[in-house]
Nanobody, 121 residues
Framework: QVQLVESGGGLVQAGGSLRLSCAASGSIFSINAMAWYRQAPGKQRELVARITSGSITNYADSVKGRFTISRDNAKNAVYLQMNSLKSEDTAVYYC???????????????WGQGTQVTVSS
């Protein structure tokens, strides 16, 4: 069993900052890419940022220059530093990771339960 647990969401004023954390636990042999997605009310879930096992990153155009994704492989964790927040960043943020539980076997996609980020204007 693998679990992803997010933390760090909350209510912040426009222009403020938040840092999201996500830690993976359970049966973990290797973690490939890790990512943050978000889903606003009435909208589809979208990729916010992604980081590979080699720390190569990519971002949605809407967050470039404001958000930074990072990871700590020793802690099986991924982070999202969000600066200069805007009202349109309001959404539920989900952690995602591709995890292999055993030496032999595929990487499987796992999701966290989501954490609410609300930006007031």
């Amino acid at each position: 069993q693998v679990q992803l647990v997010e933390s760090g969401g909350g209510l912040v004023q426009a222009g403020g900052s938040l840092r999201l954390s996500c830690a993976a636990s359970g049966s973990i042999f290797s973690i490939n890419a890790m990512a943050w997605y978000r889903q606003a009310p009435g909208k589809q879930r979208e990729l916010v940022a992604r980081i590979t096992s080699g720390s190569i990153t990519n971002y949605a155009d809407s967050v470039k220059g404001r958000f930074t994704i990072s990871r700590d492989n020793a802690k099986n964790a991924v982070y999202l530093q969000m600066n200069s927040l805007k009202s349109e960043d309001t959404a539920v943020y989900y952690c995602n990771a591709a995890i292999k539980s055993w030496v032999v076997g595929p990487f499987r996609d796992y999701w966290g339960q989501g954490t609410q980020v609300t930006v007031s204007s």
